[in-house]
């Protein structure tokens, strides 16, 4: 079975630039998380959906958005982007929103701001 | 609040040494879930074990195995008889149990670990 696939594999925007990232879930799993993953550091939760609904926030500024499709597949949006935003963008997906089930990552997107 | 600490940045040791990575946790909840991650250089995280707050029985799976103490609010992780493979950066998350609040995942800092043959 195919895991949880992300696009694009890397990314070079300019400051003040929008960036879109998008996640694909594994098959059957309705929640998808995104997390922000500084150089050094371990990842930051910023959003997780269920069923097209925001189920949870971390602690980010309104540039950052997400939404999830019928399809559960989902998208991550940082608008006016800045040299701070540069990390490794990870996509997760469960089955159910419970801590008792784990989360599943995919590759992660590369995102570099100059 | 929640919180996972890593107290150790960075180990080293020789391949075939036993190894043992750290995580110490904070939480109100009394139901909770703790998670080991590992994350090579390719970057993904790939999940390696999954403990509720009710069931402090030990692990052993392979070479790994994990030591749960509540009383110390301690979940470590040790690789026996290390190999060059298991060169990577370990997490240990905390994720409550609550439905409601979702499944987000709180990190420690990681752990690098480097096997030297």
């Known amino acids: 079975d195919a895991g949880v696939t992300q696009s694009p594999t890397h990314l070079i925007k300019t400051r003040g630039q929008h960036v879109t990232l998008r996640c694909s879930p594994i098959?059957?799993?309705?929640?998808v998380s995104w997390y922000q993953q500084v150089l050094g550091q371990g990842p930051q939760f910023i959003f997780q959906?269920?069923?097209?609904?925001?189920?949870g926030r971390g602690n980010f500024p309104d540039r950052f958005s997400a939404r999830q499709f019928p399809n559960y597949s989902s998208e991550l949006n940082v608008n006016a982007l800045l040299l701070g935003d540069s990390a490794l963008y990870l996509c997760?997906?469960?089955?159910?929103?419970?801590?008792?089930?784990?989360?599943?990552f995919g590759p992660g997107t590369r995102l570099t701001v100059t | 609040a929640q919180k996972v600490t890593q107290a150790q940045t960075e180990i080293s040791v020789v391949e075939k040494e036993d190894v043992t990575l750290d995580c110490v946790y904070e939480t109100r909840d009394t139901t909770y879930y703790l998670f080991w991650y590992k994350q090579p250089p390719s970057g993904e995280l790939v999940f390696l074990i999954r403990?509720?707050?009710?069931?402090?029985q030990n692990e052993i799976s392979g070479r790994y195995s994990w030591n749960f103490q509540k009383s110390t609010s301690s979940f470590n992780f040790t690789i026996t008889a290390s190999q060059v493979v298991d060169s990577a950066v370990y997490f240990c998350a905390l994720s409550e149990a609550r439905r409601e609040y979702g499944n987000k995942l709180v990190f420690g800092a990681g752990t690098i670990l480097r096997v030297k043959s």
């Open positions: 997760a997906s469960s089955l159910e929103v419970s801590g008792a089930y784990e989360q599943y």
């Open positions: 959906y269920y069923e097209k609904e925001e189920r």
């Open positions: 098959s059957g799993h309705k929640s």
């Open positions: 403990r509720n707050s009710f069931d402090e």
